[in-house]
Nanobody
């Protein structure tokens, strides 16, 4: 299984970013997926999950600001992030499953920095 995240960058508070996670080596449409983040010096934090049927789950601090989605035809997971705050600064990465709080694999993730 290979997961490749992209779309991170630096953005001002209140800005938006759209992250992507391209998956290969798995039957993507049959697997629940999650976004997880890890800020410098902190442990992994679950962000959001999407089940194969499209049911979505969000951590409380992300509700109303983040939207998870998936394109099964493209084997790609997305995270639309709006109204970004400095506290959202972290390495964002995708994982298989729901409510995942695992650290990133070596080299995995895309950095999001929210700063003025």
């Amino acid at each position: 299984v290979q997961l490749a995240e992209s779309g991170g960058g630096m953005v001002q508070p209140g800005g938006s970013l759209r992250l992507s996670c391209a998956a290969s080596g798995l039957t993507f449409s049959s697997i629940a997926m999650s976004w997880v983040r890890q800020a410098l010096g902190k442990g992994p934090e679950w962000v959001s999950s999407i089940k194969p049927d499209g049911d979505t789950l969000y951590a409380d601090s992300m509700k109303g600001r983040f939207t998870i989605s998936r394109d099964n035809a493209r084997n790609t997971l997305y995270l639309q992030m709006n109204s970004l705050k400095p506290a959202d600064t972290a390495l964002y990465y995708c994982k298989l499953g729901v409510f995942v709080e695992e650290p990133p694999s070596w080299g995995q993730g895309t950095q999001v920095t929210v700063s003025s």
